[in-house]
C-alpha cells in the first residue's frame, strides 16, 4: 500500500470514528508507532486519536500497557497472548473505545522455524465486544513486512468494527 492509500484510509477511519463519536489508540512493537503516524497525518485526529504507545521492549509492554510477565515468559512477545494484552492495555489506559496492537518479526533477523521472519501478530480491542487476535506472515524486507502490517491493522480496524 503506497503513502497516498494509507493516508486514504486513514482518513476514511477517522471519518468513521467522528461519526460515531468513537476513539482509538494504538499499542505497537515492531512497526514502531508508524500506525500511529499514519492516523496522525489526518488533519483533525487529535478528535478521535487518542495517543499511540511503543512497546517495542518486553519492559515496555509491561510498564505502558500491562503485559503479563508470564505471559511473555511462556508465549514470547510474538504471540496472541501477548497482543491481545496489549490491545486491551492500551484501550484501557487510554479510555478509548477502539486499541490495535501489533507485534511481530520484521527481519531481516530474529525468526525461528515455529515464528519465521515476516510473522506479525495483531490485537483489536473495543469497550463493547470481545477482544480479537490474528496472525499474519508477510513476505519482504523489513520496510515491506512493516508497510504491510500497518496496512493490515488499518484495514482490519476498518473492517472489523467501523464499517458495519
Known sequence: MTDAELMQLSTEIGTLLQAGGATVTTAESCTGGWIAKVLTDVPGSSGWFERGFVTYSNDAKQELVNVATASLEAYGAV????VREMAEGARQKANAHFAVSV??????EGGSAEKP??????GFACKTSPTQAMCKIFTGDRESVRRQATACALLTLRDLFLKK
Open 79 to 82: 504471540s496472541e497472548q501477548v
Open 103 to 108: 507485534s511481530g518479526i520484521a527481519g531481516p
Open 117 to 122: 521472519v515476516g510473522t506479525v501478530w495483531f
